[in-house]
């Protein structure tokens, strides 16, 4: 991440870095792949290139489908009485899962030892031509902020609705 | 003993003026009942005659579309005569219906009635019961009138022929009605409760658990709280105020008591939220993060 | 002055106490004024019991029921009249419009001269039928008296009548014989809910003109129990009509008279006994039902307060009360209604149908008055329900109560907490480690700092 940074901050082109990365990555795949291998690869390549706080933010994302998902099978297990504290404890992780999504997506940039070019062209091209004008885009503490906001909110809600 | 001989004698007392009048009694002879199938011949079926002083011991069956015939012949004292009053009385002792049917009554005593099922009142037709039937023979004067069970009758219908029932409206009491209430809600079994609240709980140790794999440490709370030891303190505090203050909320507040409580954290939260939020940034800038 | 006004007004508060709860104004319509000595006892009996008496002829042109639109007496008693009809001032619209002012009727009707078909025509309009011809007399060769009607069987001796069901109270009971000379006989519609017979004819009786040599087998219409000798109708008003089949059974003769059954005692009849009874009922002595306090409120331990009586609102599974207070007026008293034995007083809590139909139980009596109690649990339903006391039988007087309460739901703080219910302990579980987990996160995002490797790698 702070490679990308100064990249960005002295305007230098991301290309030979991204594919310094690209070449570091482990061996690519080949089209006669079995999926174990295709699935490995992807996992292997999602550990090497994403960045460690985003690694610990995937983690906590995978907490809430954790949590998330247990409440969902309990429901379906032994019936969704009380239904409105179903109905809060399930959307409390929902809810988070997707503010912590939007946050990940406003934090994690291509930069750090993020993907290949194409992609840069997606979303992450975009934050991350945004970050090169800092008064105008949203810096990630910004978006943290407006995280924490809105999960105190929707965890009001929930309160509120669990009785 | 007396008193019917002093009956006997007032009435004689009484119509001794009538010319008619005898001091005798009412009473029949040659009866017969008789159950004609229909179709069947005149003398085809149930026929049995009947006694003055005994009714038959057994019930006479009268069936879906049978004929029940009595006929007899009237007499007062033991000379045939014609009565005021001959009739077929079916009397049903449980519930106190009657219904009488007339004879047809020749000058010289002959009589006779005949009845179906479809002449009866549908009340008859339901009784689980024989019905009494008896024979009432009077008229004016002093002779005593006849009143006596001669046979039961037994009305036989067809099972699978619904009995036509009457609806009458009558004043009385309803039958009760008790609103039945939804079923409550159950909980489900403790025991699945409290694994999956076992389970769940268990998820935040493997939270820390894999943060920890994942190299997850507050290394920079040194480095933060020494360039900004006051705001970094109070944002944290500030959230764990709010989250806080759901939970008072939760637990025992009302609304009117969280708003002012949540207003003045927030707006701490906001001041030492941008100046901890800048230090972080400063750090992300520095290259730090 | 003054005081002595007082003092007669009370005293006439006290007359018009002991007697009618509706009134005393009773018109006797006979035929002519003759005819009045014949009754004598029955005038003074009901003069006795307070009642004021007047005497007019049907032919008479001051006969009016009306006076100004409203009712000019309060109770009619209407004897056979020996000419055709009763005259223009008491047409079938006539009675009847008496009878929905509130007005009581007793019409007596006699044997021994056919019924004019104005009479009728008014009996028919309440679904009572006279025989066809209108001129019938009941015989029973059984139940008669020997010692007047020895040759015609025509004065029919019956014991005073049960009550008419076990589930109605009996107002005409008792002991002994009455003697009910040629009674008109009166079969009654089917249909009707009104109508209840009072005397029924034995088994054993006919009915048939005894100007007819013989009767004949077509002309019998009805026999034994069908034929009535005393019908009433109770409007929906609780005005109320009495049909007397035999009008001679009023007479003086019969009143201190003695008869005898064929086999039987001499005994003296029970004429004037039933006459008060008849009168009593008929003209609203007896069998008036009136309510008292009706209270509604929560079930609680101890008393109700008074502002938590009767509350508009109750909310979904409340326990609630209902009580109502009924007595019945007894010839001069007011005193504590009781149900007959099989009958039940009914409370029902209706929205368009009942949701609770309930008995209610006798809790409390005083002096005049018994309280009627139940106690049921509001359906879980909420609207706009009633609380509906409709007790309508026979020969008492109607009761139609309907209060209106709304029921509400729970309220959005009267439902268990969450904690309460161990069904959701895994939800709030959940979401308070969704609230740990993100605080947790909020730290660990703010100061953990990056590992070393991935930093050298990434530089």
């Known amino acids: ?66 949590v998330g998902g247990l409440q969902f099978v309990y429901c379906v297990l032994a019936g969704n009485y009380p239904f409105n504290a179903f109905l809060s404890g399930f959307s409390a992780a929902v809810g988070q899962f997707v503010l912590t999504a939007s946050l990940r997506m406003q934090t994690s940039e291509p930069g750090s030892g993020s993907p290949s070019k194409p992609s840069s062209k997606g979303k992450n091209a975009r934050f991350a031509d945004e970050d090169t004008e800092e008064d105008t885009g949203i810096s990630h503490e910004r978006a943290f902020a407006d995280y924490i906001f809105g999960s105190l909110i929707l965890h009001f809600f929930c309160i509120n609705f669990i009785n | 003993m007396h008193m019917w001989q002093a009956t006997v004698q007032f009435c004689l007392l009484a119509s001794a003026a009538l010319p008619a009048a005898a001091a005798s009694a009412w009473g029949f002879t040659d009866a017969t009942v008789a159950v004609q199938p229909k179709g069947a011949g005149v003398n085809s079926g149930f026929k049995e005659s009947l006694s003055v002083s005994k009714p038959l011991s057994k019930p006479v069956a009268l069936a879906g579309a049978d004929t029940l015939r009595v006929t007899l012949t009237t007499q007062e004292g ?14 049903d002792s449980h519930t106190g219906l009657d219904i009488s049917y007339p004879f047809t009554v020749k000058e010289n005593g002959k009589s006779r009635v005949e009845l179906t099922q479809k002449d009866l009142p549908i009340q008859f037709l339901s009784l689980p019961e024989p019905i009494d039937a008896r024979v009432v023979i009077g008229s004016s004067g002093s002779s005593e009138a006849y009143d006596s069970s001669i046979f039961p009758l037994s009305i036989e219908r067809n099972p699978d022929v619904p009995v036509p029932t009457v609806d009458v409206e009558r004043y009385g009491k309803l039958p ?103 230090e972080v940034q400063g750090r992300r800038l520095a290259g730090l993060r | ?359 209610l139980k006798p809790t409390v009596r005083t002096e005049t008055s018994a309280v009627y109690s139940t106690q049921f649990t509001t359906p879980d339903q909420h609207g706009i329900f009633s609380f509906r006391v409709d007790y309508k039988r026979p020969f008492l007087t109607n009761i139609e109560e309907k209060h209106e309460v709304t029921v509400r739901h729970f309220a959005h703080d009267e439902y268990p907490r969450s904690w309460a219910i161990t069904g959701g302990w895994v939800w709030i579980a959940g979401l308070w480690s969704v609230i740990g987990g993100f605080l947790a996160f909020v730290v660990v995002w703010l100061y953990s700092a990056p590992v070393a490797d991935k930093v050298k790698k990434t530089q």
């Open chain 3, 1 to 359: 002055m003054r005081w002595y006004l007082a003092l007669l007004v009370s005293a006439f508060a006290a007359a018009v106490n002991a007697l009618s709860s509706s009134g005393s104004r009773l018109l006797v319509v006979l035929d002519d004024t003759t005819d009045k000595s014949a009754y004598s006892i029955l005038w003074s009996d009901l003069e006795g019991r307070g009642y004021d008496l007047s005497f007019e002829s049907p032919k008479s042109d001051k006969l009016s029921l009306f006076e100004h639109g409203e009712r000019a007496y309060d109770h009619l008693l209407i004897l056979p009249p020996k000419s055709k009809g009763l005259g223009p001032n008491l047409t079938p619209k006539n009675i009847l419009d008496f009878m929905n002012q509130d007005g009581n009727i007793i019409l007596a009707l006699s044997g021994k001269a056919s019924t004019s078909s104005a009479i009728s025509s008014l009996l028919l309009e309440v679904d009572i039928h006279l025989s066809n011809d209108r001129s019938a007399v009941v015989i029973d060769h059984f139940n008669y008296d020997t010692i007047s009607a020895a040759e015609k069987h025509d004065v029919l001796l019956l014991e005073r009548p049960a009550p008419l069901r076990p589930d109605v109270k009996a107002f005409f009971d008792g002991e002994g014989v009455l003697a009910l000379p040629h009674v008109a006989p009166q079969t009654l519609g089917s249909n009707s809910q009104l109508i209840s017979p009072i005397l029924r004819a034995p088994a054993t009786a006919y009915a048939y003109n005894p100007k007819e040599e013989m009767p004949s087998p077509d002309d019998i219409e009805a026999t034994g129990s069908q034929l009535n000798v005393v019908s009433a109708v109770q409007a929906l008003n609780s005005a109320r009509f009495v049909v007397l089949g035999s009008v001679e059974a009023l007479e003086d003769q019969w009143f201190s008279g003695s008869v005898k059954a064929p086999n039987g005692k001499k005994v003296p009849t029970v004429n004037r006994e039933f006459a008060k009874q008849l009168t009593g009922w008929a003209f609203k002595e007896t069998g008036i039902l009136k309510v008292g306090k009706i209270e509604h409120h929560l079930a609680t331990d101890g008393e109700v307060a008074a502002e938590d009586m009767n509350p508009k609102i109750y909310r979904v599974k409340n326990e609630t009360v209902f009580n109502i207070e009924i007595s019945e007026y007894s010839y001069d008293k007011w005193v504590p209604f009781e149900v007959p034995a099989e009958d039940e007083l009914q409370l029902e809590f209706t929205m368009l149908s009942p949701f609770h139909r309930l008995a």
């Open chain 2, 78 to 91: 033991s000379s045939a005569k014609r009565p005021h009053q001959a009739f077929l009385l079916l009397k």
């Open chain 2, 176 to 278: 009760e009605i008790h609103h039945i209430f939804k079923d409550a809600a159950t909980s489900p079994p403790i025991v699945i409760t409290l694994a999956f609240v076992a389970l769940v709980g268990a998820a935040l140790p493997l939270l820390a658990g894999l943060w920890l794999l994942l190299g997850a440490n507050v290394n920079h709370l040194s480095t933060a709280f020494k360039s900004a030891p006051l705001p970094h303190a109070i944002f944290v505090g500030s959230l764990v105020a709010f989250e806080g203050i759901f939970f008072l909320y939760y637990t025992s507040w009302n609304l009117f008591q969280i708003l002012p409580a949540a207003a003045a954290v927030g707006a701490v939260a906001f001041v030492s939220g941008s100046r901890a939020l800048g």
């Open chain 1, 1 to 66: 991440m702070p490679a990308k940074r100064h990249a960005a901050s002295t305007a230098s082109a991301p290309a030979p870095s991204t594919t310094s990365t690209l070449s570091s990555g482990p061996a690519t795949l080949k089209t006669n792949s079995s999926v174990l291998d295709i699935t490995s690869h992807v996992w292997q390549q999602y550990l090497a290139n994403t960045a460690q706080r985003t690694l610990l933010l995937d983690a906590f994302m995978a907490f809430l489908v954790l």
